[in-house]
């Protein structure tokens, strides 16, 4: 019974490169929650999406930064064209319907822009 | 601006002795508040809530306290043991969405054998 699966684990780009993080659920669950986790800070929500749609989205940055969650398949998180500030570890969470409290999370995909 | 505030960025104690951790949040609406624990290059793994109409919910050797008034809540872990050394994060669920967390910025607990 796997965790939630984040991959890679670590990812380095160059400044301008596409970033894909993907995050495969829990089996069972239908719902993924993207968190980052700036240097020396707590997570910030990011976004919330089920299967096919996104419910909230409001942690996201207006510009680069897009999710999905297609009916096959892990979630992704793409970041365009990378700044050096986009470095972070990323935290993927999945849960069932209705939300527990107390989701769980993956083990994170560490993104590094050089 | 920071809601959920963890003014202690890290903390030791003795195997055995009681480990206090200190949460402080501005946020009147929060419903919900959790813990949770993160080793190195592991996720965040939760290890207990409490409601905001409690003031105690204990679960083994953890146990959350809840002072409204004073919008301070503590984990109180005891006895402490060396597994116990991670970073603690406190995070209260955001009244927009009881499914989005607010996250403090984590204390580093080392218990010592």
């Known amino acids: 019974n796997a965790g939630v699966m984040q991959n890679p684990r670590h990812l380095v780009r160059r400044r301008g490169q596409e970033a894909r993080l993907r995050c495969s659920p829990m089996?069972?669950?239908?719902?993924v929650y993207w968190y980052r986790q700036l240097p020396e800070e707590g997570l910030k929500f990011m976004v919330y999406l089920q299967k096919e749609n996104i419910i909230d989205e409001s942690g996201m940055p207006k510009e680069r930064f897009s999710a999905e969650f297609p009916k096959e398949g892990p979630s992704i998180l793409r970041i365009q064209q990378v700044v050096r500030g986009d470095s972070a570890a990323y935290f993927c969470?999945?849960?069932?319907?209705?939300?527990?409290?107390?989701?769980?999370f993956g083990s994170g995909t560490r993104l590094t822009v050089v | 601006d920071q809601q959920v505030k963890q003014n202690s960025p890290s903390l030791s104690v003795q195997e055995g002795r009681i480990s206090i951790l200190n949460c402080d949040y501005t946020?009147?609406?929060?419903?919900?508040f959790l813990w949770y624990k993160k080793y190195p290059a592991e996720g965040p793994t939760f290890l207990i809530s409490i409601s905001s109409i409690k003031d105690k919910n204990e679960d083994g050797r953890f146990t959350v306290f809840l002072n409204k008034s004073a919008k301070h809540l503590s984990l109180h872990i005891v006895p402490s043991q060396p597994g116990d050394s991670a970073v603690y994060f406190c995070?209260?669920?955001?009244?927009?969405?009881?499914?989005?967390?607010?996250f403090g910025t984590g204390t580093r607990l080392k218990v010592l054998a």
């Open positions: 969470a999945s849960s069932p319907v209705p939300p527990p409290l107390g989701y769980t």
């Open positions: 089996k069972g669950h239908s719902h």
């Open positions: 946020n009147s609406m929060f419903d919900y």
């Open positions: 995070a209260a669920s955001d009244p927009s969405g009881t499914y989005k967390y607010i």
